[in-house]
């Protein structure tokens, strides 16, 4: 069975100071994707970064990476150089099949990230 | 281009009584996802529409609930006479059919009396 784990329920940070948000997952399937969200006080869902099964590359938007390393199932979010804005609840979040839709994203219990000044 | 927009943003309904959530689709966007989420959890997977269709429906509740996604209008997810366990807030998410599942709407929560 598909399943993601995010082991750090809260995580604490100084302004500027890089973090790394963890998440592992379990799948049997080849072809799959990997999705990283933010969910601020107000409640939206805000899609950071994805990374497919396939990519060679690890992804990267901006300040946020992700380390994919297929071997450990692991697919951290990095966050260079953090902001009082980025205080939020993180959600690690995967898809069968990689980039298609079609099925549903099956998603962590989420790390609340506190920026500090 | 206007987001996924969902309505109402909070809903207060007493026990027993019907709780109707509206969902919006980004313009072009054929396929429509709704997931809920309980306090302090992810998002869990509820039912996958499109147009006029229920594709997947494995993660509602077999009674009480049910979702439709008509050829004009919004997708509806409704919940029928209301228990205390609905109270969580409810999010849908569109997309066009292949690319990224990006964009989710702001949710609508839900607050059983």
């Known amino acids: 069975a598909q399943k993601i784990t995010q082991t750090q329920p809260g995580m604490f940070v100084q302004e500027k100071e890089a973090v790394t948000l963890d998440c592992t997952y379990d799948t049997s399937d080849q072809s799959y994707g990997l999705f990283w969200y933010k969910q601020p006080s107000s409640g939206e869902m805000i899609f950071l970064i994805y990374?497919?099964?396939?990519?060679?590359q690890n992804a990267t938007e901006g300040r946020y990476s992700l380390n994919f390393q297929k071997a450990r199932k692991s697919a951290n979010l990095v966050i260079s150089a953090s902001q009082l804005g980025d205080s939020a609840m993180y959600f690690c979040?995967?898809?069968?099949?990689?980039?298609?839709?079609?099925?549903?994203?099956?998603f962590g219990k989420g790390t609340t990230l506190s920026v500090s000044s | 281009n206007a987001g996924v927009m969902q309505n109402p943003r909070h809903l207060v309904r007493r026990r027993g009584q019907e709780a109707r959530l509206r969902c919006s689709p980004m313009k072009g966007h054929s396929h429509v996802y709704w997931y809920r989420q309980l306090p302090e959890e992810g998002l869990k997977f509820m039912v996958y529409l499109q147009k006029e269709n229920i594709i997947d429906e494995s993660g509602m509740p077999k009674e009480r609930f049910s979702a439709e996604f008509p050829k004009e209008g919004p997708s509806i997810l409704r919940i029928q006479q209301v228990v205390r366990g609905d109270s969580a807030a409810y999010f849908c998410?569109?997309?066009?059919?292949?690319?990224?599942?990006?964009?989710f709407g702001q949710g609508t929560r839900l607050t059983v009396v």
């Open positions: 990374q497919g099964s396939y990519d060679e």
């Open positions: 979040a995967m898809r069968q099949g990689g980039n298609q839709a079609g099925t549903a994203l099956i």
């Open positions: 998410a569109s997309s066009p059919g292949e690319g990224v599942e990006a964009f």
